[in-house]
């Protein structure tokens, strides 16, 4: 929170921040009430909390139906992207009207962490983008499973109904772009840092069976 307001600090915008607690997460929901005791005249914070487990995929739909700001920047508490690329995909979003959805992508620059497979995240990703792309020849997107990017909330309420009725599992990336393309809508990608950096509620074997199936299905 101290870096997230030390950030929009330097800019005449004001902010909504969403947080989806999920199911029994009661250290995170107070430190969020504690944070919302402390909001300067142009913070806005939004809490969403899970009464059942539902996953991070499924609870970024319940953000994105809640916010009510008209641009949606998705990213990840340990800030593993730093704020500057996530600025750089609001400026597109921002400046280009036709640009619907704009999204991370890690793997054009030679130098990124995800070609070292920085952490097992990193690693699980790395192996399954191959075969996830084999196996979905038609998808266009660089990286599918880069979690970091943003878009109009006009948009999303367009795409929403052709996302799947239950999303499951951590990673939106893919079935978020399907619908954008599905309902033609214009996609940017660009390149972004990821740390590696990653959340202690991230389940390596869940994910490793969530994305085989989206890899193989």
């Known amino acids: 929170m101290k870096d997230l307001r030390g ?5 005449p915008l004001n902010y909504e921040l969403v947080a989806v607690i999920e199911k ?32 991070r995929a ?4 319940r ?9 949606i920047l998705v ?3 340990l800030l593993a992207t730093p704020f500057g690329d996530l ?31 920085t952490g097992p995240r990193h690693s699980i990703e790395h192996l399954f983008t191959g075969i996830f792309k084999e196996k979905n020849k038609s ?3 660089l990286d599918p499973f880069c979690e970091i990017g943003g878009f109009t909330k006009e948009s999303w309420a367009a795409v929403e ?4 009725t239950k999303l499951s599992g951590w990673y939106l990336h893919a079935d978020l772009h399907h619908a954008y393309v599905e309902n033609v809508r214009k996609i940017l990608e660009i390149p972004i840092w990821d740390s590696g950096a990653t959340s202690l509620s991230y389940g390596y074997w869940s994910a490793r069976w969530n994305l085989l199936k989206k890899s193989v299905l």
């Open 7 to 11: 950030f929009f600090q330097k800019f």
């Open 24 to 55: 029994d997460a009661e250290d995170a929901l107070a430190q969020i009430k504690t944070a919302q005791t402390e909001s300067s005249p142009r913070e806005r914070i939004q809490t969403l909390f899970n009464e059942q487990y539902l996953g």
């Open 58 to 61: 499924e609870s970024l739909r």
């Open 63 to 71: 953000a994105f139906s809640k916010a009510q700001a008209p641009f």
């Open 75 to 77: 990213t990840d508490p």
């Open 87 to 117: 600025f750089k995909i609001l400026q597109n979003l921002m400046t280009d009207p036709t640009v619907a959805l704009c999204w991370g992508e890690r793997v054009s620059k030679k130098d990124s962490l995800f070609h070292r497979r």
């Open 139 to 141: 998808f266009s997107s």
């Open 161 to 164: 109904k052709s996302l799947p």
